[in-house]
């Protein structure tokens, strides 16, 4: 199990950018897979974006595609997410999170370990 820690959600206008952190601490493995989910009042928790932590290789879900870019910082032990041209419906709260293992999946049951979550929010 490893623990996560997000922080750099904040209030920002239609077309603005946020960075997102997550602070990876305790058993992590080179053979992680971080992500980056996001849940909107009333909606399920959607997948973002997601990075293998030893060979970088990322994807992402199609709603952040071309405008969100999920990268990290083995020295920092930090994932970031760089969110880019955001729109109101970004608006969420946004969850760091991992699984052991290198695995492309979008699916929130997957991931084992969670963060608290970030508040973001797009004023139109």
């Known amino acids: 199990q490893v623990q996560l820690k997000e922080s750099g959600g904040g209030l920002v206008e239609t077309g603005g950018s946020l960075r997102l952190s997550c602070v990876v601490s305790?058993?992590?493995?080179?053979?992680?897979?971080m992500g980056w989910f996001r849940q909107a009042p009333g909606k399920e928790r959607e997948f973002a974006a997601a990075i293998f932590w030893s060979g970088g290789g990322t994807y992402y879900g199609d709603s952040v595609k071309g405008r969100f870019i999920i990268f990290r910082d083995y020295a920092k032990n930090t994932v970031f997410l760089q969110m880019n041209s955001l729109k109101p419906e970004d608006t969420a709260v946004y969850y760091c999170?991992?699984?052991?293992?290198?695995?492309?999946?979008?699916?929130?049951?997957?991931?084992?370990?969670w963060g608290q979550g970030t508040q973001v929010t797009v004023s139109s």
């Open positions: 305790g058993r992590t493995s080179a053979t992680y897979t």
């Open positions: 999170a991992a699984r052991a293992g290198v695995m492309v999946t979008r699916t929130r049951g997957s991931f084992s370990s």
